[in-house]
């Protein structure tokens, strides 16, 4: 562990615990102040989330419950006093920053290669909002000696990536989304290349765990230079090659309206109560559990090429490794009268695995069965597949290309829950695990 990693967990601790005694100070003339606000808090949420999967009367009166709660809750801060509160915020600030410093990065392991003979960069112009154009991308792999080709609206990735194989290249990059990064590595898998991961689409989550810099996207290029390469898995979905997951259930679910793209809030505003209300149907899937039972189901279900460190459903957390040959599943199952109180909380502390409904395990295979077509989310993309569905881990399936100055994989930062003790083994020098 090193001394800088040290030095920042004991900021972290230090700046929260002076937090604790600013509030404790001036709690003590306004005794008051700490339960108030923690039952404001309380109502805020659950409010929130009945709003959320109630409709007509009930999603109105909820809503109306949780923004007058919450406006309620701003008004009573003024308890606390402006100096305290700018203090408080200064102290958590430095305590999130110091944080984030103390827990580091993971530099994935391989081996240091030379530079590419024929590089070829496949572009998708369009991908994330035109990243590619703003980041004067193909214009900075020229210079560099890779070939550009730029996909057109009726161009066929796989086909374009192929007749790069069929030139000579040894080294494909893709410029584009992660559905788009599996296509290509795809392709490289089966015709013997190296593959290039170009971060120019929307969320990245690839580029992330193969611990790219997210916002270089040029710099990504320096993978077609002198690199580390490493061989990683990928996973497969019948004839459908993954680099992240694949998703059913309530997102899936979801991510199937054709106003998802553009209005992704109000589409799930709008079909949650179909999906988590209490007169909802029971989730129509059906798979093999960790402990080997058939049959089992979910209201989400998650399968993953390698495992996630999860914990919270706001985002897909981060993999530590792509190289285990494993894929990861995750799955949550919520009773509606009974757990959401506990899911709400459990979620807002960064403790999800300590939900009664969520299950996370390992499994080379899985199979999932249904009684009519399933919604499926493959990498973002939303599809609709015939039962049953195959999914299995291709190990080692690709070498890829990291450049040397890559950051590494950031670690997946335990919530609230699990942060404390973390950083207190950090500062003492041992492992946050």
Known sequence: MSWSRRVAASVALLAFAAVVVVLIARLVDRPIALPVSAAAVTITLMAAWAALVGRGLRRLGAAVLAVCTLGALIAFAGVIGLATLLVTVCLLVTSGIAARGAFGRHRPQGHRVGAARHGVLLVNPRSGG????RHQLAQAAVRRGIEVVTLTGRADLRSLAEDAADRGADVVGMAGGDGSQAVVADVARRRGMA???VPAGTRNHFALDLGLDR????????????AVEQRVDLGQLGDRVFVNNVS????ADIVQSERYRDAKAGTAAARLPDLLGVDRAAPDLSFTGPDGHAGSTADVLLVSNNAYQLHSLGGFGIRPRLDSGRLGVVTLCVDRARDLPALVALESMGAISRFRGFRQWTSPTLRIDSARPVSVGVDGEALCLPPPLELRSLPAAVPVRIPVHAPGVPPAR???????PALIRIAAGRSPA
Do not use: S
């Open 130 to 133: 035109g990243a590619a154009e």
């Open 248 to 251: 059913l259930g309530v997102y």
């Open 215 to 226: 916002r270089d996207v040029v710099g990504a290029l320096d993978a077609f230079g002198p």
């Open 414 to 420: 335990p919530g609230l829950w699990g942060m404390f």
């Open 195 to 197: 593959f290039v991961c």
